[in-house]
T-cell receptor
Framework: DTAVSQTPKYLVTQMGNDKSIKCEQNLGHDTMYWYKQDSKKFLKIMFSYNNKELIINETVPNRFSPKSPDKAHLNLHINSLELGDSAVYFC????????????????FGQGTRLTVV | AQSVTQLGSHVSVSEGALVLLRCNYSSSVPPYLFWYVQYPNQGLQLLLKYTTGATLVKGINGFEAEFKKSETSFHLTKPSAHMSDAAEYFCAVISMDTGRRALTFGSGTRLQVQP
């Protein structure tokens, strides 16, 4: 009964490949996110979706494309992988922050460690 | 734009000693503030949060933090460190005056607890 689950946990792939990371939440939340954590542990927002609508799209190469088939899922597809894409990618979810401030915390998945070789 | 500064990328304390992890924020209006903990090879877990109301907030595992608007700070404390507290700690902010409702994180502080 994991709240936010992402697969796979580890992903090792060669440069130039295309890969996807899947994320699902069973919390009934409206908003989902992708964060990237670099080798220095710094966390940066990449995308957020609210009810399948893209809300935040930070300066991320267009090789990264999020897809939200429904509000419980937010997948991340990466084309033409580069060495610099190696990082840990975290999926998270929260209530719709525009409606209320009380349930604002984000719940995180366990992360996907992507290694590009 | 909002930002978060965590002073000290590494903090080392002895078991049983006071833990103090510093966090300062920059925001045009009082933001919502959070502390998350990350154990090795795991995701982030919420320790505590401040939204409105009482400025001293208690969280899990004996941690607490105090929101000080005049100092734009939200420092995390624990009276007595335990070995199991060794982890990476992140302060984060959401500013409610923008449409950008996502967590902005500080750079993290690694807490080491010496026996």
């Amino acid at each position: 009964d994991t709240a936010v689950s992402q697969t796979p946990k580890y992903l090792v792939t060669q440069m130039g490949n295309d890969k996807s990371i899947k994320c699902e939440q069973n919390l009934g939340h409206d908003t989902m996110y992708w964060y990237k954590q670099d080798s220095k542990k710094f966390l940066k927002i990449m995308f957020s979706y609210n009810n399948k609508e893209l809300i935040i799209n930070e300066t991320v190469p267009n090789r990264f494309s999020p897809k939200s088939p429904d509000k419980a899922h937010l997948n991340l597809h990466i084309n033409s992988l580069e060495l610099g894409d190696s990082a840990v990618y975290f999926c998270a979810s929260s209530q719709d922050l525009s409606r209320t401030g009380r349930n604002t915390e984000a719940f995180f998945g366990q992360g996907t460690r992507l290694t590009v070789v | 734009a909002q930002s978060v500064t965590q002073l000290g990328s590494h903090v080392s304390v002895s078991e049983g000693a006071l833990v103090l992890l510093r966090c300062n924020y920059s925001s045009s209006v009082p933001p919502y503030l959070f502390w998350y903990v990350q154990y090795p090879n795991q995701g982030l877990q919420l320790l505590l949060k401040y939204t409105t109301g009482a400025t001293l907030v208690k969280g899990i595992n004996g941690f607490e933090a105090e929101f000080k608007k005049s100092e734009t700070s939200f420092h995390l404390t624990k009276p007595s460190a335990h070995m199991s507290d060794a982890a990476e700690y992140f302060c984060a902010v959401i500013s409610m005056d923008t449409g950008r409702r996502a967590l902005t994180f500080g750079s993290g502080t690694r807490l080491q607890v010496q026996p």
